[in-house]
């Protein structure tokens, strides 16, 4: 029988692409429903409650929020092709590394909203010492 899978996502958000390549790792079939951001369908308002956000991931029914809470739901729900290293030590690596992109990625955001040469200026010196960190 052919596991329900269903992904609410909008095209530009890192979230959602963190879900799609951890399902595509995995080898997990899915559908993917992309959300209109500014007109929220009413299926995402109804998964989603607290939020109101994308990713969900809908499981067999069952909608999940949050896409670190995702992954960790991916991870235990197919164990096959493990997502993380299973040597302790190389675990915390990755998440000290998933945890890092997580705070520093508005700075690669903040880029492209900056407004005046000077702000651009000082956005692209951050997002070029995260870089050199990475």
Known sequence: MEEEVKLHGFWPSPFSHRVIWALKLKGVKYDYIEEDFPNKSQLLLQYNPVHKKIPV???????????LIILECIEETWPEHPLLPKDAYERAL????IKYGEEKGITFYNVFRSVGEDQLEKEMKEAMEVLKVL
Do not use: M, N, T
């Not at 991931?57 to 896409?67: D, F």
């Not at 990755?94 to 590394?97: D, N, P, S, V, Y």
């Open 94 to 97: 990755a998440r000290f590394w």
């Open 57 to 67: 991931l809908v499981h067999q029914g069952k909608p999940i929020a949050e896409s």
